[in-house]
């Protein structure tokens, strides 16, 4: 089967790079040079497996907007921002309306696919992965907080929440490991399975779970930063 990804870049040159290279890999690339352009062929293509959003683009949408849209009705698909170097908020800022991760401009073609490359590996083992503990228990709770590894939902009392593939797996790996410190870095290489590059993530990732589950994120129940250490979900009786 062949992977598609999705290529919204609205420099000509900079988008026949990009789908030069992942068609060199074998991938499917489809090309956008709007947002507008790229939801429509999302809804003609729901097999898109990654995004490529670059921010600044013309038309009515940025690609903090796009990205906020395909969230909207996806939270399965993998999304990564193509930031400038100038601007480092852009990465808190993509992340923050629920890309996965970035990519800095300028990037070489190695490190643009070793990211795509993740996301996809991260995907196809997605399902699999969650079962991967054989007859035991698959719904885990604390307090509250109910996160069911068959049906990948995540719920607060009783109330669903929607989260990202990343924060699905944030989630999961310290509601597994109730009252265990995990460091950013050690959280980002046991879901990436690889070394930790951009670790800031996480700590956006971490708020924008805050947010979802904690009735007040300033001063959560359940997911909680020990300082200069890294991040638990408290453990309760
Ligand atoms: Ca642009």
Known sequence: MTRKVLVLEDEANIRSFVVINLKRAGYDAIEAGTGEEALALIQQNPDIQVALLDIMLPGEMDGFEVCRRIRAGNSQMGIIMLTARTQEMDKVS???????????????????????NSHLRRYSKYLSALKEDGNKDHIYTIGGLELNEDTVEVSVDGEPVKLTPMEFKIVQLLIKNPG????????????WNEKAVNTDTIMVHVRNIREKIEIDPANPRYLKVVWGLGYKMEKMS
């Not at 993509?94 to 795509?116: H, I, Q």
């Not at 265990?180 to 879901?191: G, H």
């Open 94 to 116: 993509g992340l923050m309306t629920g890309a996965d991760d970035y990519v800095t401009k300028p990037f070489t073609p190695l490190e643009l696919l070793a990211r795509v």
């Open 180 to 191: 265990r410190v995990f460091s950013a870095d050690e959280i980002y290489e046991r879901i």
